[in-house]
């Protein structure tokens, strides 16, 4: 049973660009949610997707945004790259909405912006 | 608003050593805790979770954490640390009603030979 993946493993672009990572969530998941890790920090968390919508949001800019497919796979795609949007990108993927359910992460994206 | 802060960036104990990471949390309403551990390179992966009941939670890898409401903590404890136990834990909360984790800074752990 593959477990959640993610590509690209590792992504160098430069300021202004955009990036489109992606996700393919652990087998029965639906729900597919993506943080964002700065050296040295916690997961800060983006936004959440299910039923192919967007579910609920952190407090990041609208350069940020994603999509959920039916088959569950999502993508994260950041528009206008800042040095800042430097970190590893992660997905988590878990089933439905119920009490605390468990996250399942991936081993994420490294994004480098020069 | 939730939060949590992990005291201690970097910890090191002696191989066979009790393991002790720390976290507290703030919340206003009844929290959900989880510990998650990542090792270079890899993503994380749960080690133990609280929700209602037993405050005392015991997770893989011989780990466990006790919810301590007066204490607003839930600290992370291993009798005996093994090498493989070297990586950055990260404790996180959530509540019903949000689909959010908050997690904390995290805390290095280094086991000594």
């Known amino acids: 049973d593959a477990g959640v993946t993610q590509s690209p493993t590792h992504l160098i672009k430069t300021r202004g660009q955009q990036v489109t990572l992606r996700c393919s969530p652990k087998s029965g998941h639906d729900t597919v949610s993506w943080y964002q890790q700065a050296l040295g920090q916690g997961p800060q968390f983006i936004f959440q997707y299910y039923e192919e919508e967007e579910r609920q949001r952190g407090n990041f800019p609208d350069r940020f945004s994603g999509h959920q497919y039916p088959n569950y796979s999502s993508e994260l795609n950041v528009n206008a790259l800042l040095l800042g949007d430097s970190a590893l990108y992660l997905c988590?993927?878990?089933?439905?909405?119920?009490?605390?359910?468990?996250?399942?992460f991936g081993p994420g994206t490294r994004l480098t912006v020069t | 608003a939730q939060s949590v802060t992990q005291l201690g960036s970097h910890v090191s104990v002696s191989e066979g050593a009790l393991v002790l990471l720390r976290c507290n949390y703030s919340?206003?309403?009844?929290?959900?805790l989880f510990w998650y551990v990542q090792y270079p390179n890899q993503g994380l992966q749960l080690l133990l979770k609280?929700?209602?009941?037993?405050?005392l939670v015991k997770g893989i890898n011989g780990f466990e954490a006790e919810f301590k409401k007066s204490e607003t903590s839930f600290h992370l404890t291993k009798p005996s640390a093994h090498m493989s136990d070297a990586a950055e834990y990260f404790c996180?909360?959530?509540?019903?009603?949000?689909?959010?984790?908050?997690f904390g800074t995290g805390t290095r752990l280094k086991v000594l030979a």
């Open positions: 609280y929700t209602t009941g037993a405050t």
């Open positions: 919340s206003s309403v009844p929290p959900y």
């Open positions: 996180a909360v959530t509540r019903s009603g949000t689909y959010k984790y908050i």
């Open positions: 988590a993927s878990s089933q439905g909405s119920g009490v605390a359910y468990e996250q399942y």
